[in-house]
Nanobody, 127 residues
Framework: QLQLVESGGGLVQPGGSLRLSCAASKFTLDDYIIGWFRQAPGKEREGVSYISRRGGSTYYADSAKGRFTISRDNAKDTVYLEMNSLKPDDTAVYYC????????????????????WGQGTQVTVSS
């Protein structure tokens, strides 16, 4: 089955930037839509961003709009999440997830709609 591996997390100061990567193995990524999610301690997992199979549709949580950019390179079987102007509230474990079924603006952020998940990468924003 599809395997996803996140990388790129770390400790960054407020206002800093990170680029997360989600690499696929076992299958090519261009058959799947990808969502980025995050989960902070004591909070529910929440959708951060979404990208369609060819990258033609992208969605963002309100908290990510204007600061985060999702993209994908299907030739490299990798999806990226560029995060700028990071805030302490962005501190969480970030996960990428995949599904075959396309999502829409109304439902992309629902974790239960995704089938495959990575193990997560920690992002900590602190001075």
């Amino acid at each position: 089955q599809l395997q996803l591996v996140e990388s790129g997390g770390g400790l960054v100061q407020p206002g800093g930037s990170l680029r997360l990567s989600c690499a696929a193995s076992k299958f090519t990524l261009d058959d799947y839509i990808i969502g980025w999610f995050r989960q902070a301690p004591g909070k529910e997992r929440e959708g951060v961003s979404y990208i369609s199979r060819r990258g033609g549709s992208t969605y963002y949580a309100d908290s990510a709009k204007g600061r985060f950019t999702i993209s994908r390179d299907n030739a490299k079987d990798t999806v990226y999440l560029e995060m700028n102007s990071l805030k302490p509230d962005d501190t969480a474990v970030y996960y990428c997830a995949a599904a075959v079924t396309p999502m829409y603006r109304s439902n992309w952020g629902e974790p239960g709609r995704y089938v495959y998940w990575g193990q997560g990468t920690q992002v900590t924003v602190s001075s």
